[in-house]
């Protein structure tokens, strides 16, 4: 069965620092992976996805992951965190009809 | 595209009482998902639908939760009879196609008291 782990609960960063969200997954195949991110009283929206190809994926707001299958990882990176990115993200993996998500990242950026 | 229209945005009511989640898709997606969120559990998926058709609903907590999808652009979820422990945050996202990107709702926020 398809899983996903976010080992971080919370993580708080100084603005203008870098971030990484970690991600681990376990699927039997290959994965198509996800980042979601919610903003308190919103649904999801996607950040980026990898589905083949390129194993560093781009996305919106200037993140990006990084698919990497010896690890079982697909970890969030943002060079420079910005205030509006205070927010909860969630590592998702799907690919059998369903998706699962991780218990989710909530990131707090301080001033 | 207006997205995915949960309703209603905040539903509060007592214990006993039925309650009914409605979700409207995006037009032209297959694929229609209702999850559930809580400080406790996360995200978890109750039931998804194909063309219409309920295909796992392994997560329905129990048979007091029960979904429907009559057509392609109407789903319910339904909760008979509700009870506190219910209470979370009702989401319904659309897919394309199988594993593709979810559009999320924004959510029923369900209060039973």
């Known amino acids: 069965a398809q899983s996903v782990t976010q080992p971080d609960i919370h993580i708080t960063v100084s603005e203008g620092a870098s971030l990484e969200l970690r991600c681990n997954y376990s699927?039997?195949?290959?994965?198509?992976l996800f980042w979601y991110v919610q903003s308190p009283g919103q649904g999801l929206q996607l950040l980026l996805k990898?589905?083949?190809?390129?194993?560093l994926v781009q996305g919106i707001k200037g993140f990006e992951a990084e698919f990497k299958r010896s690890q079982s990882s697909f970890n969030l990176r943002k060079p420079s965190v910005h205030w509006s990115d205070a927010a909860e993200y969630f590592c998702?993996?799907?690919?059998?009809?369903?998706?699962?998500f991780g218990a989710g990242t909530r990131l707090t950026v301080k001033p | 595209d207006a997205g995915v229209i949960q309703s209603p945005r905040h539903e509060v009511t007592e214990m006993g009482q039925e309650v009914t989640l409605r979700c409207k898709p995006i037009?032209?997606?297959?694929?229609l998902f209702w999850y559930r969120q809580t400080m406790m559990r996360g995200l978890e998926l109750l039931i998804y639908?194909?063309?219409?058709?309920?295909?796992?609903d392994s997560g329905m907590p129990e048979d007091r939760f029960s979904a429907k999808m009559p057509n392609a652009s109407f789903s319910t979820l339904k909760i008979q009879p509700s009870e506190p422990r219910d209470s979370a945050v009702y989401f319904c996202?659309?897919?394309?196609?199988?594993?593709?990107?979810?559009?999320f709702g924004e959510g029923s926020r369900l209060t039973v008291l």
């Open positions: 996202a659309s897919s394309r196609r199988s594993g593709g990107e979810l559009f």
């Open positions: 699927y039997g195949a290959t994965p198509y």
């Open positions: 990898y589905f083949s190809g390129d194993t």
């Open positions: 998702a993996v799907g690919g059998n009809n369903d998706m699962r």
């Open positions: 037009s032209g997606h297959d694929y």
């Open positions: 639908f194909n063309n219409n058709v309920p295909i796992d």
